[in-house]
């Protein structure tokens, strides 16, 4: 126990208690201002700059990144460095989004003074509504009162998670207002984990030769060399017309293995195998055999009635190597 005598546990569930009481009024205290400044950022020509000092500087870099990163072209401006020469890179077509708790942060004055200079469009974020900042903002979103978490309440913590939550909460309000989807989200993000579960099945899947198909009255002796050979551990049943009928997977084997020689693979298919189409992404493949308890999808174009013949397959390890999990 440190000097106030509580655990520590103690302590964080009533710092995280603090916050979300604070994130509450927050949700509560939006109004139509918040509709006019998702509106303005939409429409800006340019960029959204973003900027402030200290904490709101960290913050800030967090919120351009994640509105660059979802559609909405941004940029962190150090208010510092701005007076030194980056001032050049905020632009008349650009909106400021400014972020300061007290609204009063002195390295922010001209920042302030260049965008109302040029008639650029100013957005404030701050706990003080008369607050210079404010006061000069032509839409200014106001924090909720509420006390910072730290003991001392000196250092930014409520309102730093609430300013973020605010950026999250106008971010998230562009991606509805620019319906901006996954797909858009892939192109932007094409490295790492999240660029693979990205991927769409069309760039990974098997197709052609490589296709695991046998006709509904092969064998299934044959259609087991099939099954070995294309190193799938499923078989498609297929018509004349290359139509899939069914699939033959391990279980269908073990089920009928005691008259397996006997058989044709129609006689052991399962019909209606689960699929997916072509635009879906490797996560959204993932995730559906991971619900039905299979290793495969036959790929179909989604606007062609069935039964019709697959334009490919993808198995679960094609999204393994692509290292999602």
């Given at each position: 126990m440190g000097a106030s005598g509580k655990p520590a546990i103690t302590i964080a569930r009533d710092v995280i208690g603090i916050?979300?009481?604070?994130?509450?009024?927050?949700?509560?205290?939006?109004?139509?201002?918040?509709?006019?400044?998702v509106d303005l950022l939409a429409n800006a020509k340019g960029r959204v700059i973003v900027s402030g000092m200290g904490k709101s500087g960290h913050v800030g870099h967090k919120i351009a990144a994640t509105l660059a990163s979802t559609g909405t072209p941004a940029q962190f401006v150090h208010p510092a460095e701005a007076s030194h020469g980056d001032l050049g890179m905020v632009t008349r077509d650009d909106v400021a989004l400014v972020l300061s708790n007290s609204g009063e942060t002195p390295e922010l004055s001209d920042l302030i003074a260049h965008v109302k200079r040029n008639g650029i469009p100013l957005i404030a974020i701050a706990s003080k509504p008369d607050s210079t900042?404010?006061?000069?903002?032509?839409?200014?979103?106001?924090?909720?009162?509420?006390?910072?978490?730290?003991?001392?309440?000196?250092?930014p913590t409520t309102s730093t998670t609430a300013t973020l939550a605010l950026g999250d909460a106008i971010a998230v309000a562009l991606i509805d207002r620019r319906d901006f989807q996954p797909q858009n989200f892939r192109m932007l993000h094409p490295g790492g984990s999240l660029g693979s579960r990205l991927l769409t099945v069309g760039q990974v899947m098997h197709k052609g030769d490589d296709l695991p198909f046998v006709q509904g009255d092969t064998p299934m002796l044959e259609?087991?060399?099939?099954?070995?050979?294309?190193?799938?551990?499923?078989?498609?049943?297929?018509?004349?017309?290359?139509?899939?009928?069914?699939?033959?997977?391990?279980?269908d084997l073990r089920r009928n293995i005691a008259h397996l020689a006997e058989r044709t693979a129609?006689?052991?298919?399962?019909?209606?195998?689960?699929?997916?189409g072509p635009a879906a992404?490797?996560?959204?493949?993932?995730?559906?055999?991971?619900?039905?308890?299979?290793?495969?999808?036959?790929?179909f174009d989604e606007t062609t009635s069935r039964p019709a013949p697959p334009l490919g397959l993808i198995h679960i390890h094609d999204c393994l190597r692509a290292g999602i999990t």
């Amino acid at each position: 126990m440190g000097a106030s005598g509580k655990p520590a546990i103690t302590i964080a569930r009533d710092v995280i208690g603090i916050e979300a009481d604070a994130l509450t009024a927050l949700a509560q205290s939006l109004d139509e201002r918040f509709e006019r400044a998702v509106d303005l950022l939409a429409n800006a020509k340019g960029r959204v700059i973003v900027s402030g000092m200290g904490k709101s500087g960290h913050v800030g870099h967090k919120i351009a990144a994640t509105l660059a990163s979802t559609g909405t072209p941004a940029q962190f401006v150090h208010p510092a460095e701005a007076s030194h020469g980056d001032l050049g890179m905020v632009t008349r077509d650009d909106v400021a989004l400014v972020l300061s708790n007290s609204g009063e942060t002195p390295e922010l004055s001209d920042l302030i003074a260049h965008v109302k200079r040029n008639g650029i469009p100013l957005i404030a974020i701050a706990s003080k509504p008369d607050s210079t900042l404010m006061r000069a903002a032509d839409i200014g979103l106001p924090l909720p009162k509420a006390p910072e978490a730290c003991p001392m309440g000196l250092a930014p913590t409520t309102s730093t998670t609430a300013t973020l939550a605010l950026g999250d909460a106008i971010a998230v309000a562009l991606i509805d207002r620019r319906d901006f989807q996954p797909q858009n989200f892939r192109m932007l993000h094409p490295g790492g984990s999240l660029g693979s579960r990205l991927l769409t099945v069309g760039q990974v899947m098997h197709k052609g030769d490589d296709l695991p198909f046998v006709q509904g009255d092969t064998p299934m002796l044959e259609a087991m060399l099939t099954i070995s050979g294309k190193a799938f551990g499923l078989a498609g049943v297929v018509d004349g017309e290359g139509r899939l009928e069914g699939v033959i997977s391990d279980g269908d084997l073990r089920r009928n293995i005691a008259h397996l020689a006997e058989r044709t693979a129609r006689d052991i298919m399962s019909p209606d195998p689960k699929s997916i189409g072509p635009a879906a992404t490797l996560g959204e493949a993932l995730d559906t055999m991971n619900r039905h308890a299979i290793t495969a999808l036959f790929v179909f174009d989604e606007t062609t009635s069935r039964p019709a013949p697959p334009l490919g397959l993808i198995h679960i390890h094609d999204c393994l190597r692509a290292g999602i999990t």
